[in-house]
Each structure stands twice: as C-alpha cells, then as structure tokens.
C-alpha cells in the first residue's frame, strides 16, 4: 500500500506542475486528464524500470518480492517524479517552451574538475553495478575469498568465449552510460523557460546548477556500486580474513612430514580426475538429487561398483563447500594438501615460481618421493590461477595442459576451442598418456580435470546430442556419458588391477541461469566415487558410507588410504581418512550442519600459522623419514 501510494502522490505532483508551469489544458476536464495521464504513465514506467532493474541485478522480479521494503517504496516515489519531470521537460522543449542557450560560467577551471571527477565517479560506480553483476552472471556465487585470491592470481588461459561476454557486457555498458553522463556534465547550455517579462527568457537550469546535480549523482551512483558489490560480494567477511585471528588450522593441523605412514611393496597407480562442476544435484530426486531425470545416469550405474560418500542417510551425497574451497584451483589444493587456500594476508601471493604454497606438502609430493611418474591434462592452460607453479612445485608433474599438447604437436599452434581444447580431444590425449606412463615400468599418478561443463551453459561440440530444451542440461548428460565410456577403457587395461580411480567434481556449478528456481533448503553437494580402492581398507563402504560431514581437503588422507597407504592417527593436513573411524573436523565441532558452521567460519579467519608457515618456505623435498613399507 504504502509503495502505491507514495507513487500516486509524486506522479500527482508531476501532473500539477505540467498543468500549472507548463499551463496544459484549459478546461478543467482536460486539466482532470492530464493529470491522471502524467499520473499513470509515469507510474507505469517506473515501475516497469524498478521490475527490469530486479530482474537484471537481483535475479527477481519486483513483483515477486513480499513485502516491499520502504526503501523500495521511497526510490519508486523518486523514479516516479523524475519521470514525471523528465516527460514535462521533453515536452516543453518539443513545442518551444523550454530552450538551451550557450552560457559563460565563473570559475572555470574550478567547474572542469568537478565535472572531470563527476564522469570518473560515474564510472566507477557503473563498472561497480555492472561487473558485480556479470560476475555473478557469468562465475555464479563467487565467495570473497576466491575473488581476492584471484587478484593476486594470473589470469591466463581464461575462456575467449567469457572474456567476451566482459566486453560486450560491462565494459561496453560502462562506457555508453559514461560517455552520456559526459555529455550532460560537459554541456555549456543553460535551459530557459520562455518570459513575457523577458525578451531573453527566464533560466531555470544553470550550467553551475548542472555541475552540482552531476556531482550529487556521481556520489550518489559510485556509493549505490560500492554498496552493491559489497553486499553481493559478502565483503563484509574480509574483515575476519585480515583481522579476525583463529588458532583453529594451528590447533588441528596434523604435519605431513611428521605423520607416519605405511605404503605397500607394490605400490598402486592412481587417477585422479577432477569432473568440473559435477553435482549430485543433477541426478534424479530419487537418488538424492534434484532432477526429474537423473542427468548423469552412467556415473551413478557406475558408482555401483565403487566407494561414494555421503552426507545423507541414504542417497548420493559429497562434501561440504567451505570458505577457500568453491573454486577449480582451490579445489586442487584441498584435496591433494587438506588445507583450504586461503586469502594471502602477510605480503604474500599465489601464482609466482616455487611460491605457491612453498610450506605446504601436497599428495603429489609424497607420491614424488616414493618414485612415481606425475602428469597433469587438462584443457586450459595450467598458468590459469599459477596452477603450474603448484603442479611443477610440488611433485614435478609432466604438464599436458593446453599449451604442453601444442608443443606435442597434439592440436595446431592456432588451435582454440572453449578453454583451450575440448574434452573429446582430452579423453583421446588421456589414453595416449596412460599408455605411456605404463610402458615407464614405475606407479604413476595421473590427473585431469573436464572443462566443457563449465558455466555459462557449457560447450556443445560436434558430438553433443542435444534432445532437451536446456544446453546445459545437454552438456552435462553428455559429460557423463564420456567420461564413463573413459573410465571403462581404463578398465579394459592391463594396469587396471593396481589402479585406484577418484573421480569427484571439482566445485559446485557456478552456472547460476540453470539453478535460478532450484529451493534454496535443498543442500548442493559434489559427486564423488572411487573405483578399485586397496583391499586392506579398515572399514567397509558400507560402515563409513553415510551421514559423513566432510569438505575437500578430506580427500588428501583419503585418497592415500585407497591407495592401500595406512595413515598414523588418519589425518593429514586439515583432513580425516574418511575410510576410518575418525570423525571429519566438521564431525568434532558439531551436529550435522552446525560443525560445518564452526569449521567455515574458522576458515575464514586469519591464521599466523598459515601466513608463517604454508604461504612463505622453501619448496622443501619431501624426505621419506617417516614412512616405511609393508
């Protein structure tokens, strides 16, 4: 009531300025409709403004939201009456009532800086409205922490196809608002009102009067982008990463090279492969996801035959997302260090050589030292995010990136699709390496990560059936379909037998469009499997399956164990060996959701520890002297 109302008064006030300055209609009948036409149209158009401004912003209708908010009531009253103004200006400048005419102002230089600061502010606060927003269109929820940590990160290898939508969106957006504001800040025309009194009209809008309203709308829009990023960033959080202190990663963090661990004689292979954005999310209701139709049917046949975790009952279920975990590198940290990857608060960075995480020991590390053979494949290239600098510095990984198949001559040197190259090719490249690493004669580890489901709406190749109406949903089934038919070649392969598979989706799908209706109550959570885990596991599947509460960095100690590796006390890093009878960080600290809570928010915060001790070092090799063989 109260958002009709204050619209009927300013559209009102609108209508009696038009019939009382501008002196439109002169019966009173005709002064009742012009009235009521200012009142409604401007209204109408407001309205349809503050809706399409919602739906471009929030994700929402205005018509959806209940109750409106008084503030919303109030910017409508405002939109209402500058429309209302606007119109009544247009028109009396169509029939000659209002003109512009050329006018010298005081203070001169004093004006150009002013109205110079006005366009930058202008600007400024539109990259702010327009980047937040194709950000969260484009990467989906992005959490403040993988923000940051991408500043100090390099950006190479980016999507041409995302880096597009940057400069047709935002950027161009941002120039055509700026470049108009420009020309009414710059403009040395005064408006004039036709006088009887005078021959040379009345003023009624100076060129210093305009230089002040620029001003007051220039603060007023790089406040409004400031405070928008800020609340869909969450940056309200950054405090407790710069200055929130918590002993919590100190307290529980079990030092790789100080735990004792046990590999067996024959040490197994392993392949780690990295599902970008696979959700238990798309399989069916029935089975724990979302969907009418279970999306990645292959997958979950296929985890019949191997170990899933789950933080349901009964059903397909996975980790937990946590602060420094929701992103593709992040990910790649957790699960092969146990530690999240944190904002660098202590001068420190990522992406630089021999400086990426140079205190921490990562999986690859360990797997180093016991003599295997490391590739890394994937579609992109590994500079995205300093990926390489982690992969070289911690385990010497052969790199099969985007640029390494070039060098190989895999694909052209102009070759370009996606990210890089697609995931056909990937699986295809994939068979040849683990042939190789094979024939080496020495246990290997090898490690890929899907790219063509990544947002927005995935990649459709020439192999892509597309029988549903949704691309993604398109994309996704068949990327389950592939990677399967991948897996089943593995299997067919003589060094299979003494092979352990982990399959997991790196983070959940940042594709915000395709999860726009989706209810907020219902609990995304990542697809995980393991396939011919060791036999000597302490636990049955069965015993340690359900209602586990974990994050990714658990995958570290865990994909040791299903390796055959017996882990003193099953902890490494910030993770449990979710195989045992330890209880997961987020187990200890509370029930159900309310320890993944406690476990977040101590994520969060700064620790000296992590600054001190993971983020600056030495890359020193991994020694050996607390392992021994059985």
């Known amino acids: 009531m109260l958002f009709i109302s204050l619209g009927l008064v300013a559209g009102l006030l609108a209508g009696l300025l038009d019939i009382f300055v501008l002196k439109r209609g002169k019966k009173t009948v005709n002064k009742i409709f012009t009235v009521l036409g200012d009142t409604v149209a401007s209204n109408f158009v407001s309205v349809y403004a503050m809706d399409l401004i919602h739906r471009v912003f929030f994700d ?90 991408n500043i100090f990160s390099p950006a190479e290898g980016t999507s041409s196809e995302i880096m597009g939508t940057l400069w047709k ?29 005078k021959e040379e009209g009345r003023r009624i809008f100076s060129v210093m009067l305009r230089k002040v309203v620029a001003l007051i709308l220039a ?76 999306l990645i049917k292959p997958l979950s046949d296929l985890a019949e035959e191997g170990v899933s975790f789950s933080h349901r009952s009964e059903g397909f279920g996975g980790p937990i997302a946590t602060m420094g975990c929701t992103w593709s590198v992040a990910s790649m940290v957790n699960m092969t260090t146990g530690l999240p990857m944190k904002v660098p608060t202590g001068g420190n960075d990522y992406g630089t050589p021999n400086n990426f ?57 102009d070759y370009k699709v996606w990210w ?22 020495k246990p290997f580890h090898f490690v890929m990560e899907t790219a063509d489901t990544h947002c927005q709406d995935g990649y459709v190749g020439p ?5 549903r109406d949704s691309q993604y949903a398109n994309v996704i089934a068949y990327s389950a379909d592939e990677v399967t038919k991948f897996v089943r070649w593995i299997q067919d392969q003589p060094f299979y037998e003494n092979t352990t598979i982990v399959l997991i989706g790196d983070h959940l799908s940042m594709d915000k469009k395709f999860f726009k209706d989706m209810d907020t109550s219902y609990l995304r959570t990542t697809f995980n499997l393991f396939l011919n885990p060791a036999n000597n596991l302490q636990y049955t599947a069965e015993e340690r399956r359900f209602n586990r509460y974990w994050y990714n960095g658990d995958m570290f100690p865990t994909i040791l164990a299903s390796m055959g ?66």
């Open 565 to 630: 590796v017996i882990i003193d006390g099953d902890r490494l890093g910030l993770g449990t060996n979710l195989f045992s009878d330890k209880p997961t960080l987020m187990e200890e600290n509370g029930e159900g959701m309310d320890g993944w809570k406690f476990v977040d928010d101590a994520f969060s915060c700064k620790s000296d520890m992590y600054n001190n001790t993971i983020l600056v070092g030495n890359n020193e090799p991994f020694d050996n002297k607390n392992i021994t063989i059985y």
């Open 219 to 294: 603060i007023a829009f790089i406040s409004g982008g400031i405070a928008f990023g800020v609340r869909e960033f969450q940056l309200g959080t950054l405090y407790d990463m710069y200055y929130s202190e918590s002993e919590f990663i100190a307290d529980n963090f079990a030092n790789p090279r100080e735990v004792k661990m046990k590999f067996p004689e024959k040490k197994r292979n392993l392949i780690h492969i990295y599902l970008e954005s696979m959700e238990n999310t798309y399989l069916s209701k029935d089975l724990g996801g979302y969907m009418d139709e279970n």
């Open 357 to 413: 995480l140079p205190g921490a020991v990562a999986l690859g590390d360990i797997l180093e030292a016991q003599g295997y053979e490391q590739t890394l494949m994937f579609g992109a290239t590994a500079k995205f995010g300093g990926l390489n600098y982690f992969y070289e510095s911690h385990g010497g990984f052969n790199m099969l990136d985007y640029d390494g198949v070039k060098e190989k001559g895999w694909i052209p040197k």
């Open 420 to 441: 890089g190259y697609e995931d056909d090719k990937l699986y295809e490249f994939a068979k040849k390496e683990l042939t190789r690493l094979h024939e080496t004669g």
């Open 60 to 149: 929402c209708s205005l018509f959806k939201l209940a109750p409106i908010k008084t503030s919303l009531c109030f910017a409508h009253a405002g939109l209402t009456l500058a429309i209302g103004l606007l119109w009544i200006l247009t028109i009396a400048m169509l029939d000659g009532r209002v003109f512009c005419k050329k006018e010298t102002v005081k203070f001169k230089k004093t004006l150009t800086f002013t109205s110079i600061l006005s366009v930058v502010l202008v600007a400024l606060g539109m990259a702010a409205f327009t980047g937040t927003t194709w950000s969260k269109e484009t990467f989906g929820e992005v959490d403040p922490d993988q923000m940051i940590v």
């Open 169 to 197: 969106g935002p950027v161009l957006q941002t120039v055509a608002v700026t470049f108009l504001f420009a020309l009414f800040v710059f403009s040395s025309r005064a408006l004039y009102m036709k006088s009887k009194t």
């Open 463 to 467: 192999k892509t059936p597309t029988p």
